[in-house]
Nanobody, 118 residues
């Protein structure tokens, strides 16, 4: 069974930084694409950014230049470095991993709360 577990959320002041982690129960190289999503209060879940293999990540326009996705395959962990956070980015952040090909699957973590407030 594939499990994804997010960590690193919390309360941060506007302009602050957080690094989220997503640790998988399997080798993350088996995912074709991994990504981060968020759901703000009263809104739908939206893609923040994603990464295919060892390529550079692609990002939501509003986070470009501030958020960076990286992976540590030895630790089966993906990260989301978030800088200059703003109150409107308060949301539950979710990790996603997607398999394609002979074995397909779309896997989600339970989410981690990020609150940006003074």
């Amino acid at each position: 069974q594939v499990e994804l577990v997010e960590s690193g959320g919390g309360l941060v002041q506007p302009g602050g930084s957080l690094r989220l982690s997503c640790t998988a129960s399997i080798n993350i190289t088996s995912f074709f694409v991994m990504g981060w999503y968020r759901r703000a209060p009263g809104d739908v879940r939206k893609r923040v950014g994603s990464i295919i293999g060892s390529d550079h990540g692609t990002y939501l326009d509003s986070v470009k230049g501030r958020f960076t996705i990286s992976k540590d395959t030895a630790k089966n962990t993906m990260y989301l470095q978030m800088n200059n956070l703003q109150p409107e980015e308060t949301a539950v952040y979710y990790c996603n991993g997607r398999k394609v090909g002979a074995v397909t699957g779309d896997y989600w973590g339970e989410g981690t709360q990020v609150t940006v407030s003074s």
